[in-house]
């Protein structure tokens, strides 16, 4: 998922949410399948396996997401999976990060709720764009700085 992908998605969900308060006319999607689906990527990488491929698996889970988030988000500098796989070892069993991944799932031990409230944004989206792919709805945590 590139960069513009992800802003493209952020403004289509803002557009979503102004547009859900306008009255007019309301179209019916009740016959249209939503399938919500949540990946927890701090899940993943919290039970990443042992091996040397642990890196591969979340990139091949989450496709350039996850290189995104690393590089982006985490502002990791690992280049081989090695050294990303330490990385994210570090930076997932960093005390601050356990603590706040504790309290997340604390409170959200499950996201049944967001399942909820995204159904209704996924049948409008299918209704509306049709032939896009649907976006896909991934959690995770990132360094406060």
Not at 29 to 41: A, E, H, L, N, T
Not at 128 to 136: A, M
């Amino acid at each position: 998922m590139s960069l513009s992908s992800i802003k493209y998605f952020l403004l289509i969900v803002v557009a979503a949410g102004l547009f859900s308060g306008c009255s007019g006319n309301k179209v019916d999607v009740s016959d249209i399948q939503s399938d919500v689906k949540i990946d927890r990527m701090e899940h993943d990488m919290k039970s990443m396996s042992e091996g040397d491929d642990a890196v591969q698996q979340l990139r091949f889970k989450y496709g350039t997401f996850f290189d995104w988030y690393y590089k982006e988000v985490l502002q990791l500098k690992g280049s081989s999976d090695a050294e990303m796989l330490n990385e994210l070892r570090s930076f997932v069993n960093d005390h601050d990060v356990l603590v706040i991944n504790h309290r997340i799932d604390s409170v959200y031990t499950d996201l049944d709720f967001l399942k909820k409230q995204m159904d209704g944004f996924i049948r409008h989206y299918k209704y509306y764009f049709p032939k896009r792919v649907v976006p896909r709805i991934i959690t995770v945590n990132g360094i406060f700085n």
